[in-house]
């Protein structure tokens, strides 16, 4: 990196030291290098990616450059954008992607689907056919920038190679900044083979069709503050913006000064600590029950940097009526989506928590906050010690979690697949920092977990970082354990196997007479599949044998992966039926 | 709240594909558009689009946040069409004998304003701009005499209280936008109280 300034700096004093020669001192390299140099000043430590015919000339690049950038090999372009967004998730960056055109590209359309309604900052660099094959149906040559228009923030296409550096900035900065989302740059062959003279790369800061972040107006500010200090019941929720707007203190000020019980989305977990005094649990068709009940009680509902999920709300038109609605977030087509907001601030948390901070009064709610423990002891009695502490023979997903969070302390990262095991490992896992819940919230991606943990190691390697998998999402990316295998990624797999396709077979045994059909799904020995990616292992399946494993798997130096047989039928509870209230949330 | 037509504005960048992006806004939410209208607007490099659907208030405004959300979108608006001045174009080809020989066709002509762009020996093709149910009425007059082909445009429209769009464009390039550029017009005190009462 630093070479490149030094080469930057360079041709500038050469510009001021000699009288001008029509840029004749430019460098002149390569559309590829100049993907590189865009890489190296946006300070991209790792890349997640698969060559391929139409990215070979940006792969030679790469090739003069390892010293300074980490590419990993994934072993399907899904992978490789999962492991981006994990890379994202923990370390608050951009995570990058490189991909070949066709296949290549259309392998990354789920994760960028699912970066895009999770709001995760990717840059997806794809190669494409020579631009003069364009529309020709050549080999490897798919509409790339149509296929993915839908699921992008933004999405380009460069023929020509000097508009690589100014495109790269735009990219990156659109990613980033605002609400963060996917950005697909689609570059041509010949733009990437094409030499011209290199200008220096210019990160930048503005584009003028662009307002990533509203202006914050007072007004709205006071009239959130003055409708929270008239009320009695407030009730605060609070999605992901609270993480992406990196404003976990001001979040942590405005509750306490507030004295405001709050509960987060899935997406928004780990912001605050689990165990904070102010924190009721987690909203949603899985969530806890109190905050789901009280909803539908508070009189002022305050909803921040969250938008308002139908997995949230459940029945739209039975959510929240009796309560004034007040609505923090960045992006204006939020406000008013899915909820009428009686006051919205439109801007980033990070500058109008501190506003509203200062102007609510320092309160206590402590009979409301009663009324949320009160649900909460029900919820224990019915769902939380019959999970936790399973009087069955076979193991509870939920005892595994809770032997986990004892030898961890809630000081990992959690990452979590889709189903039972995500709901389950969500509603009971302690955690203490931000950025420790890594899951596919909005899109649901079975397949998510293993190669979003790879990359969530990458992006926070001082943590211990656990992924949690059912066995049916586990053998939709189990090829990345080829990647765990070849780069050494020290990451925790417990697959928690239940035979089944559980969440649906839940769904087919409450809703559909227990008619399951095609939900049962048969395994490999997982613990064999690791041993052939030179991956150590271990299956369970006794209670006396868990508190070992686990600590045996936290123990090892390297990747693990823990298999633990639990109970076939089990169900997640509490749970709000699509289609009913959240005061209707069921216990059985 | 009841559907009626509603005309978006839309100022853009002009880009490849951003046609797209705007087109699948509609599309997505199986939304018919009725009429789409690109051209340059009066700024130079600014595009615009117009674009007519038959919708609710509400939806219509959620359509254009999603609009002006997209990154090269630089402001939408709506409109009913009392707020707007609006006109489309249409062509007609109509045998030539019949229009020499039926006095009545070139009065029909005439009433409607229409005017011949090419007159052949075997066809003459007449134009008219105007509102939709103008074109209708002509269209249904000369059906029996012999309509050989008719194509109508998309809809163009002014915005009655627009000031153009210098003003805002040249805010826009300022990196600190006056409240006024950021403020979303479909969010002002009246709308709000509205919103309050629902
Ligand atoms: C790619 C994909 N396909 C299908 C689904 C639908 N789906 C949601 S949960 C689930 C079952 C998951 O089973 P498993 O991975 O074994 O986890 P469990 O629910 O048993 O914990 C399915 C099939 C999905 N979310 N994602």
Known sequence: METIHKIKSNTSEQKTSKPPLQGTERENISGSEAVMRALACEKVDTIFGYPGGAIMPIYDALYDHVKKVNHILVRHEQGAIHAAQGY???????????????????????????????STPVVCVTGQVYAHLLGTDA?????????????????????????????????????????????????????????????????????????????????????????????????????????????ENEFKQFIEKGGLPTAWTIMGMSAIPTDHPLAVGMLGMHGNYGPNVL???????????????????????????????????????????????????????????????????????????????????????????????????????????????????????????????????????????????????????????????????????NRTVIAVIGDGGFQMTIQELGTVMQSQVNIKIIVLNNNFLGMVRQWQQLFHDRRYSFVEISSPDFVQVAKGYHIDGRCVSKREELNDALTAMLDHKGPYVLEVMVGKENNVFPMVPQGCSVAEIRLK | MSKQEYTVTV?????????????????????????????????????????????????????????????????????????????????????????????????????????????????????????????DALIKALEPFGLIEFVRSARVAIIKTSNGFHEKLKEFEYREPSEEVIENEYLNETEKEKIFSM
């Open chain 1, 139 to 247: 080999f490897q040559e798919t509409d790339v920038i149509n296929i993915t228009t839908p699921v992008t923030k933004w999405n380009y296409q460069v023929t020509d190679a000097t508009e690589i550096p100014s495109v790269m900035a735009k990219a990156f900065y659109i990613a980033g900044s605002g609400r963060p989302g996917p950005v697909v740059i689609d570059i041509t062959k010949n733009a990437q083979l094409q030499k011209f003279d290199f200008d220096g790369y210019k990160k930048i800061d503005h584009i003028r069709s662009y307002r990533p972040k509203p202006i914050v107006r007072k007004k709205y500010v006071e009239e959130a503050a003055k409708l929270i200090n008239s009320a009695e019941k407030p009730f605060v929720i609070f999605g992901q913006g609270v993480i992406l707007g990196k404003a």
């Open chain 2, 11 to 135: 100022y853009t960048e002009n880009q490849v594909g951003l046609l797209n992006r705007i087109a699948i806004i509609f599309s997505r939410r199986k939304i018919n558009i009725d009429s789409l209208n690109t051209s340059p607007s009066e700024v130079a490099g600014v595009h615009r689009f117009t674009i007519v659907i038959n919708e609710t208030e509400d939806v219509v405004r959620k359509l254009c946040r999603q609009i002006e959300k997209q990154v090269e979108v630089l402001k939408a608006y709506y409109n009913t069409n009392d707020e707007i001045v609006w006109q489309e174009l249409a062509m007609y080809k109509v045998p030539t004998d019949v229009i020499a020989e039926k006095v009545k066709v070139e009065r029909l002509l005439r009433e409607y304003g229409a005017r011949a762009v090419a007159i052949r020996k075997d066809y003459i093709v007449f134009e008219t701009s105007g509102h939709r149910e103008e074109i």
């Open chain 1, 295 to 461: 909803t539908n009680d508070c009189d002022v509902l305050i909803a921040v940097g969250m938008r308002f999920d139908d997995r949230v709300t459940g029945r739209l038109d039975k959510y929240a009526k009796q309560a004034k609605v007040i609505h923090l977030d960045i992006d204006p087509a939020e406000i008013d989506k899915n909820v009428k907001t009686t006051v919205s601030v439109w801007g980033d948390c990070k500058e109008t928590l501190p506003l509203l901070t200062e102007l609510i009064e320092q309160k206590v709610h402590p009979q409301w906050l009663e009324r949320f423990h009160e649900f909460q002891k029900k919820e224990e009695e019915t769902c939380i010690i019959p999970e936790l502490n399973p009087t069955s023979e076979t193991l509870s997903m939920g005892e595994v979690i809770k032997l986990l969070n004892e030898l961890t302390h809630g000081d990992a990262v959690m990452v979590t697949d889709v189903g039972q095991h995500q709901m389950v490992a969500c509603r009971y896992t302690k955690l203490n920092h931000t950025k420790s819940n890594i899951t596919s919230g909005g899109l649901g991606t079975m397949g998510f977990a293993l190669p979003a943990a790879i990359g969530a190691k990458f992006g926070a390697p």
């Open chain 1, 88 to 118: 994202a998730r923990t370390s608050g960056k951009v995570g990058v992607v490189f991909a070949t055109s066709g296949p290549g590209a259309t392998n990354l359309v789920t994760g960028l689907a699912d970066a895009m309604i999770d």
